[in-house]
């Protein structure tokens, strides 16, 4: 795809979704719709550190929550709206990011992702007793009743989630053609070699590693508003893990789509089996099918495609 | 004065306890991870399985969990055996362990957490055994049993799997495989069948920790997780695979978490375990053993 079909692609897409979401009358779509969203941002955010370098992060939801969590203490301090809150979680996140990778990712990769589950139980240990925050016992946010224009809170939320969610898919697909994308490639196949080669791999990891970062604390940021009550346990749920983890895998990790496909798939099965089943049950069949593709499909729904695909070509 | 100093003295004690339980917990990473560079981040969820089935046992029978858990050791090493074959046709072969290996392994974690949700529920679950309640006293020092049963159980267990690993034929092929697999193969010896073998002996070590787990303290689930960490830091810290380095970064960590959690607050003792792996990665990766 072209760079200009692409943002045609993408905006005609937006729009749709947006468009449809206008003659929705029933509020719960919106809700989980927004969930779908959020986790195609979280996905794509994981994938351009996971697919695209290879390095494994098991603390998607330390980044996810530092963004909630930043978002609670600017309520607190100085309302803004929500735009300006996702670029101020953002900024924390990717800072995080940026000094976690400084100290691990001079090691083996393995050590990057046992760090990483690290910092997710050191991030939540701290939010705990951090009674500003509201501690163990959780912070509430009363969210204004209307917005201009639209009128409906959730509405709103969808529309900058479904926004972000955009952007998010544009950088992940700008970095994957452009110079920073093949040196990730590179340390992603060889590192030795890429690094012998004269690519600046710690240099690049960084920067993968605060983007990442940076996106998924985007993700979050919103999310108190969403939720109007978040305490540790719902901001630091193992299942952001899991899905940012499972959905790249599962939808393919080698080029942008790939995360999108799995968010949609993985994110609409778990809200239909919430509604339907039980959520304790959803995240079964999030497990089972990331071992399950693991093992059988190493490249996902896109590479399954193009197995299928390539015979007719030829 | 005295009495912040018999705190201190307490606190150190039940450290060492702690400590020594954190190294069974630790011996099976300790070998698939630092023998055999195989990253078994599913390692607690074993372990809880583990406490599951001693808690089962000992409701319905009686039977005490450290004798279970001995009795069902066979199991988790065919259990291990079964997993490490999965995971050598499937990743190690294709030379894919890296990633993929590692969602695998995230993934047993997961469904095993869960599907333990799904049938025992979030209670907190514990077991009775003659010995849990009684306390020794000398002094200002207490010396529960329910920590000393398993203190003395795990280094038992680990002076058992030192002398295999140096003494026996088996155990000293585990240590050649974990320092040269090339010149394993070219003595006409098989990687896999011995990877095979240290795995499942790792993974039967964590059913045996598995059962001191839930006599030292009550177990629901989701605990597995904070070992995660844990196990993990211990590991690095201590060197990996050696393990009388893994020993005294278990006594150290234990020592260092039950301080806090008497002078701070418990709620702490998480972050301390998890500092700890972070420095020790930032800093001083090889372990503090470490060459």
């Known amino acids: 795809m072209r760079t200009a079909t692409f943002w045609i692609a993408a905006f005609v897409v937006g729009a749709a979704v947006f468009g449809l979401s206008l003659l929705v009358k029933n509020q719960y779509y919106f809700f989980a719709g927004y969930v779908v969203l959020q986790y195609v941002v979280l996905a794509t955010a994981w994938n351009i550190l996971g697919g695209y370098t290879g390095y494994v992060n098991f603390g998607t939801a330390a980044f996810f929550a530092l963004g909630a969590y930043s978002t609670v203490v600017l309520y607190k301090l100085f309302p803004m709206p929500i735009p300006a809150l996702i670029l101020v979680g953002g900024v924390v996140s990717g800072v995080v990011g940026l000094g976690m990778g400084y100290l691990t990712l001079r090691l083996r990769g393995v050590f990057f992702s046992i760090a990483t589950l690290a910092l997710a139980v050191v991030v939540q240990t701290l939010i705990t007793n951090w009674d500003y925050v509201g501690g163990s016992r959780g912070a509430y946010i009363i969210r204004p009743p209307k917005v201009p224009i639209l009128g409906n809170y959730i509405e709103y939320l969808f529309l900058v989630m479904l926004v972000l969610a955009v952007v998010a898919v544009a950088i992940a697909r700008t970095i994957e053609r452009s110079r920073l994308g093949y040196g990730f490639a ?62 790249p895998l599962i939808g393919g990790m080698t080029s942008w789509i790939g995360p999108i496909i799995g968010a949609v798939f993985l994110g609409t099965v778990q809200q239909v089996a919430t509604v339907t089943i039980s959520s304790a049950l959803n995240l079964l069949i999030v497990g089972v099918l990331l071992v399950a593709f693991v093992i059988i499909a190493p490249n996902g729904i896109v590479g399954l495609a193009q197995t299928w695909l390539r015979p007719r070509r030829r | 004065m005295a009495t912040s100093l018999d705190l201190l003295l307490g606190a150190v004690v039940a450290g060492i306890l702690l400590g020594g339980f954190y190294a069974a917990v630790t011996v099976g990473v300790s070998i698939s991870f630092g023998m055999l560079d195989i990253v078994n981040i599913a390692h607690p969820a074993f372990i809880i399985l583990g406490s599951y089935i001693a808690y089962i046992v000992n409701t319905r029978f009686g039977l005490d969990p450290i004798l279970t858990s001995i009795i069902v050791a066979p199991a988790f090493y065919a259990l291990g055996a079964a997993v490490y074959q999965v995971y050598h046709l499937v990743f190690e072969r294709r030379g894919d362990e890296s990633l993929r290996g590692l969602a695998f392994f995230f993934g047993l974690l997961f469904i095993t957490e869960v599907a333990l949700i799904l049938v025992f529920g979030v209670d907190y679950r514990f077991v009775d055994a003659a010995y849990i309640g009684t306390t020794l006293h000398y002094g200002p020092i207490d010396l529960p049993l329910r920590m000393l049963v398993p203190f003395v159980c795990s280094l038992a267990l680990l002076a058992g799997l030192q002398l ?128």
């Open chain 2, 164 to 291: 295999f690993l140096s003494r026996s034929f088996i155990g000293r092929a585990i240590m050649a495989v974990s320092q040269d697999r090339l010149a394993l193969q070219l003595m006409s010896a098989n990687p896999a069948r011995i990877k095979r073998i240290a795995f499942a002996l790792s993974i039967a070590t964590a059913g045996v920790a598995g059962a001191f787990l839930i006599i030292i303290q009550p177990v629901e689930p989701s605990i597995g997780r904070d070992y995660i960490g844990r196990v993990f830091a211990i590991c690095v810290m201590g060197g990996l695979g050696s393990f009388p380095g893994m020993l005294m970064a278990a006594l150290l960590l234990g020592v260092v978490e039950s301080i806090t959690a008497t002078f701070y607050g418990p709620s702490w003792s998480p972050a301390v375990a998890f500092g700890f792996l972070l420095l020790t990665l930032a800093f001083r990766p090889s372990g503090i053993m470490g060459r």
């Open chain 1, 186 to 247: 590179a340390i992603r196949d060889d590192e030795l070699a890429a690094e012998t080669a004269g690519v600046p791999t710690l240099r690049l990891k960084l920067v993968a590693t605060t983007l990442s970062g940076a996106l998924m604390g985007m993700a979050g940021a919103p999310l108190p508003y969403y939720v109007t009550y978040l305490d540790p346990a719902s901001g630091f749920n193992l299942a952001y893990a899991v899905n940012s983890i499972a959905m």
